[in-house]
């Protein structure tokens, strides 16, 4: 990954970021993975008036690559803040951590994003350290 095509999925995340529906929260996220081969999937976080029915947009992002038949993820930018407001660092929820967890290959950069200058870069490993895993076939 490098300061090119980090940059181009953290505008990829911000253009998801405007399809956000969270009357409930205010607070938009957007969500870009690229996956093994190459392709790019985005996200945004989807409210619901059920709050525990909500879909961050993390899983939207890797739930639609999977749904695809792209189980392999190199790579995921986020980036969130309130409506209207300028993107402060967001982190994964848990649940996502753990749906990143599942399809992460190994080296799997999560990039969490104020704007194209300021980001953090981590290892699935430093978000979800002692990961749980069923053995995989693979
Ligand atoms: N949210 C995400 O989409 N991703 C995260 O990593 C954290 C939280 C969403 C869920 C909800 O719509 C809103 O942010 C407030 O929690």
Redesign the pocket.
């Known amino acids: 990954m490098n300061e090119n095509e980090i940059s181009e999925m953290i505008e990829l995340a911000m253009q998801a970021r405007t399809k956000?529906y969270?009357p409930?929260?205010n607070?938009q996220?957007g969500a870009c993975v690229k996956m093994e081969n190459g392709s790019y999937y985005t996200g945004?976080?989807?409210?619901n008036a059920s709050y525990g029915a909500?879909n961050?947009?993390?899983r939207t992002a890797v739930f639609k690559a999977v749904s695809e038949g792209c189980r392999k993820l190199s790579a995921i930018a986020?980036v969130?803040g309130l409506k209207d407001g300028e993107c402060d660092y967001?982190?994964?929820?848990g649940i996502?951590r753990q749906v990143i967890a599942e399809f992460a290959e190994q080296g799997c950069v999560i990039v969490v994003a104020k704007n194209k200058q300021e980001y953090r870069m981590y290892s699935v490993e430093e978000l979800l350290p002692e990961t749980f895993h069923l053995n995989k076939e693979e």
């Open positions: 956000a969270e409930y929260s607070f996220v945004c976080n989807i409210e909500t961050c947009a993390e986020i969130g967001t982190y994964p929820c996502c």
